[in-house]
């Protein structure tokens, strides 16, 4: 009988523990300062590869209603403490260098906690729920309108008001980055750029092989084109019908705005919440704008101009079989990776030349995500000096804006005269050697990662609110890469903010997996649209999202 | 008083000594479990106190909310958990069934190779793929099963005339055909892993039986039938009772191997649970996804009884805990 209470007890003991990690994140143990490693991640590379879901906020409660001092009686902090990504240079990349340089600019010591890129939000949730906050912390989307609702964040709208940040973006018209960020207008946090998103990219060689002679202006000139890419000789290997048109990284992205990476298919068709032109929510995804998206998808698939792999393809398969040369025509982000794009493809010995494509007619516009922000938790002691002398002075346009954009001389950027891999060559043997003379402003060799060039620091250049004074890097953006930025900025509108809720918490993580699998069942053929709106009924997605918007709406 | 008695006794007085006096002169013993007390309190049982998530709504930020049953009501009422725990259970005890089986009979044909170099050989080859991350072979399958002419296996197919070249089969993205390739792929890399356990039982067997078999006209068909595979039927219960109990534990092979359109039949509870945390566009709720957890390692647990019940009748009273 001992015998079996002592089995019974260890079984129990492990089965419960094995719940503690099965849990999630449930445990409140906080890791505080503990991470202070970090992979390099951004820091290096395009602000499109750190992400952030869009979600928005409801708003909380403004806590914050004391009248803003006046900027003189602001306070320097002499001390502040913040929680950063790896988007800012890491240990490896020159972090202490960085920081020394910005305590040299501002006379302001910065302690970094900066958790491993890819772990970020886990220790960001630990810290949160331990209660000892950072004065400043990085947040995607999602969880800035998350603990802006719950309180953690300070309401920085009265001294957005009042700040110099404010008539400097005012100057360079743009403001809408920050009126993007806004939750039942109050701000919480501060963006350091737009969020930037995809644009279209097509070969121009396989247009011309196919005797296409203008680039696609709405969905029916583009699914030909698709069509021709699909069924003729694009790349002019001889075989007709071993390319596609198209492809992507599934049928729906896992991330707002979800329908970034098919845009032409999705048109006005929303799959999750949207904010509608009267301010009220809805969720599109029973919409007519979505069945005729699921039906634009179904139809395409069927005839084979998506890539059959689409469903299981991650993104970096989608661009190996665009340097290979298999499909056509590829959504992807605006920027700097016009030229990665460009230059595998050279590497390739493909045609390069890619056309940024104008969003079709019923597209409108490509949808710019909403940027990660700089926020000041509501138990930092002096906010107010906080914003003025950290957050306002990220975007100063001078010195510590230029910290933030190319970091500090020596370790990130020089202009001294150099040659950068003398006698180095890449995968096909060619030389990787750069020269630089006296006074040529130009990145340096990666501090992680050697090989590579420094890109950026924090802050983009191209997507940046506030112009640098005098921006040497401009100098130094591939015409392709200004050219597709341009071009988006130019038609691009920010994605809606979700505010978040508690019944977006119960019922969003169920909603989204049947609104995913109706999607990719619908697209594929597997299931009629009829079917997937039944199985939407019958499963509970309309229940839940119904519950979803009208707590959206009853915020 | 005999001597049966006398033993006794003198093992009684030992045990009756003061806990210091003991500790005092086991000391050494003590010290070496210290660690792995230690390291049990960490990690096994202070995790335990998380249990109480379950019954509170918690987002990271306010204190836990005491909800009573409401996590496991919502959770009982939800199609998708339900969906992902029948898939568990499912998926879990078919593949049990499968790699153990097919274990048990490539150990048996390993066993028949005489030549001892070839043998090694091959063993070392159906061991290789147990080292490979599951990434990686998700990534090696996608490739090799795509419904392209880039897939090995579909090119193959339409080249035998089994499959029409406009009509590939999309053996990861289609719900008829994802459970049978995710079995094929479990196979491929876990099997020669397996058959360490039931090789070690054939090497340890007594060569007289096959000598005292063939003396009595016994080929090695007869061989393997009436000595081998009855040696082997323990070991091969031991090894099913083992991984019942772990039946519910079932997430990254699933997890790399899975996408939209196969929801349906590979979302297991793990996979449940990561979806609930990532995929709902806001904080998630940690009191439900422990709720979820609780629940999983509870059937967890029931499996584990019965099959100490069921190890104890087929093994001669020998429990596995």
Partial sequence: MKKKIVSLFMVAAMTASLVGCGGGNADSSNTGDSAATTDNSAATTDTSSTDNTASTDTAADNTQAEAEPAADDIEKPEEITIMIDGTVFTKENGQEQFWAKFQELTGIKVNVIQPDHDAYYDNVGQTIASGDWPDVIILSSTYYSAYAAEGVLWDMTDAWENSELKKRQEAHNSTGIVEGVKLNGRLYGMPSGRGNGCVTYVKKAWMDNCGITSVPTNYEEYLAMLEAFTNGDPDGDGIDGNTFGVTAAGFIGNEAPYINYLPEFYQDAHPSFYLKEDGTYADGFTEDAMRAALERLADAYAKGVIDPTTLTNGTADCRNKFYSDDFGVFTYWAGTWASNLKNNLINNEIDSELIAMEPIAEVGAYLDRVPPVWAITSTCENPEGVFKYFIEAMQDGGDVQFLFTYGVEGVHWSTAAETLYAGETNDKGESKEKVYAEGEFHMLDNLETPGTQYTKAHIDPALAPVELANDPGQKTIAPEAKESAEMFATHSVTADLIPSTDAMTEYNGDLTTLKNEIVAKVAMGEMTIEEGYAKYEADGGAAWSQQIVDSLNNQ | ?321
Wanted: hydrophobic share 50%; glycine share 8%; charged share 10%.
């Fill in chain 2, 1 to 321: 008083m005999s001597k049966k008695q006398s033993v006794s006794k003198q093992k009684g007085s030992g045990s009756n000594k003061p806990l210091g006096v003991r500790v005092k002169k086991y000391a050494g013993f003590y010290v070496m479990f210290l660690p792995i007390l230690v390291f049990a309190i960490i990690f096994y049982y202070l995790p335990m106190f998380g249990v109480r998530y379950a019954f509170t709504n918690y987002n990271g930020i306010k204190a836990p909310k005491f909800v009573g049953l409401e996590n496991f009501s919502k959770m009982f009422n939800m199609p998708g958990f339900w969906s992902a725990f029948w898939n568990t259970l499912q998926i879990s005890v078919i593949r049990l069934i499968l790699t153990t089986l097919v274990a048990v009979v490539v150990s048996l044909f390993l066993n028949e190779i005489i030549n001892i170099h070839f043998k090694k050989v091959i063993q070392t080859i159906i061991y290789l793929p147990h080292f490979l991350s599951w990434v990686v072979t998700a990534s090696l399958f996608s490739l090799i099963l795509a419904p392209t002419g880039q897939g090995l296996v579909n090119t193959l197919l339409v080249n035998l005339g089994l499959v029409d070249a406009n009509n590939m089969i999309y053996f990861l993205g289609s719900s008829k055909t994802w459970r049978g390739t995710f079995y094929v792929i479990q196979l491929w890399k876990e099997t020669g892993w397996q058959t360490v356990i039931f090789m070690a039982t054939l090497a340890g067997m007594n060569l007289e039986l096959y000598e005292a078999a063939s003396i009595d006209g016994a080929g090695r068909w007869g061989k393997m039938r009436y000595i081998t595979f009855p040696a082997l039927a323990n070991t091969i219960l031991t090894v099913i009772i083992l991984n019942l109990a772990k039946v519910m534990n079932l997430f990254e092979s699933v997890f790399v191997l899975q996408n939209d359109a196969v929801l349906d039949v590979s979302n297991v509870l793990e996979t449940y649970i990561y979806y609930q945390s990532f995929n709902s566009g806001s904080i998630p709720n940690y009191g439900y996804t422990t709720a979820v957890g609780l629940f999983k390692s509870l059937v967890g647990m029931a499996l584990v009884l019965i099959c100490n019940q069921w190890s104890k009748k087929v093994r001669e009273g020998r429990g596995i805990v």
